[in-house]
């Protein structure tokens, strides 16, 4: 009599983008100086492939990229879960209005 063996395996097909969290500045904040940027990024079941962060500056009627923090990328790749900390904004003069923007990306390519 010849046996056999059933295996039973649950399998899960994660589709939910990255989630990423600036914790610094929070919203609305006022600044004499920009000392930091930092953050936190989630993707707990696939995992992350890129996370990127960047900084603008409100001037002459529009939004600006600061020079050197155009989607700067905060080196997330193989992990699931990350903080990230940008420093040396020597150009914030302390009246400016700014913006502070992330996107991320999932080891599948799923996008905040």
């Known amino acids: 009599m010849e046996s056999t063996t059933t295996l039973k395996y649950t399998l899960v ?3 939910t983008p990255p989630v990423v969290s600036i914790t610094n500045p929070s919203d609305g904040s ?3 100086s920009l000392p930091v940027v930092s953050g936190s ?3 707990q079941i696939v995992g992350l492939s ?3 962060v960047k900084v603008s500056s409100w001037s002459g009627g529009a ?3 600061m020079p050197g923090y155009n ?3 905060v080196g ?3 992990v699931y879960t990350s903080s990230f900390r940008l420093e040396r904004f ?3 003069s302390g009246w400016d209005d700014i913006s502070v923007g992330s996107q991320s990306e999932g080891q599948r390519g799923e996008l905040e």
């Open 13 to 15: 097909y994660d589709t």
């Open 30 to 32: 006022t600044f004499k």
């Open 41 to 43: 990024v989630n993707a």
């Open 50 to 52: 890129d996370v990127e």
């Open 63 to 65: 939004w600006n990229v």
């Open 71 to 73: 989607f700067v990328s």
């Open 76 to 78: 997330a790749a193989g």
């Open 90 to 92: 020597g150009w914030f």
